[in-house]
């Protein structure tokens, strides 16, 4: 491999220095190729990326978005893996937390528990919320980065004797305090007890309850 000084470099690529050290601070892989032999020496066939260099860039870019789905496809083709079986369940939410600052595995983890204390603090009486996080490091820096999904069921406790239902079109009216009615669960095609009491029931994200009510 044949190389050339600075000067000889910066003639070659028609780029200054400063520009020429600034492409080899950003990949830091091709100054590996470099050499350092009473001064640096910079190898000639990296001259066409000078040529090119927001080509470079962009490949570089689309390389590491190539190897994370790589690896994404890995994941989900185990059967058996965590990342197979949070894929299937339902969950509401999945966040990526990227850290400005650099941390370590400890910290990140010291973070998301801190971060589902508060969630059940402030919310645990009215939901069943349920996190799940993963520490993994990054693949491009130093440093730690969070995965979470999270789900919060919604429990319900309706009194219907507190409601009052007019259908104003066809002069109808359903008065819980003097008629109790039967429930029956459509979904489940099971009896729910009656308006007499009220109804308890947990729903999950993005799901529903239908009930008919007869005499």
Known sequence: MKYNDINEFEKKTKKKKSTIYRFYKRNSQLWDETQLKKKRLFPESHIKYFNSETLFDENQVLKQENETMKRLIDCLMDKESLQQRLWKMDWSYFFTVAYKAERNKKSCFRLMNSLYETLIQQY????????????????????????????????????????????????????????????????????????????????????????????
């Open 124 to 215: 645990g009486d009215e939901s069943g919320i349920r996190l799940f996080f993963t520490t993994e490091p990054f693949a491009n820096r130093k440093g730690y980065h969070n995965h979470f999904v999270s789900d919060a069921p919604k429990k319900i406790n309706f009194d219907w004797k507190k409601q009052l239902v007019n259908d104003t079109d066809f002069g109808l009216e359903a008065n819980f305090e003097k008629q109790i009615y039967k429930l029956k669960d459509l979904w489940s095609n099971k009896e729910a007890g009656n308006t007499k009491r009220a109804f308890a029931s947990e729903i999950a994200s993005h799901d529903v309850i239908v009930l008919k009510l007869s005499k």
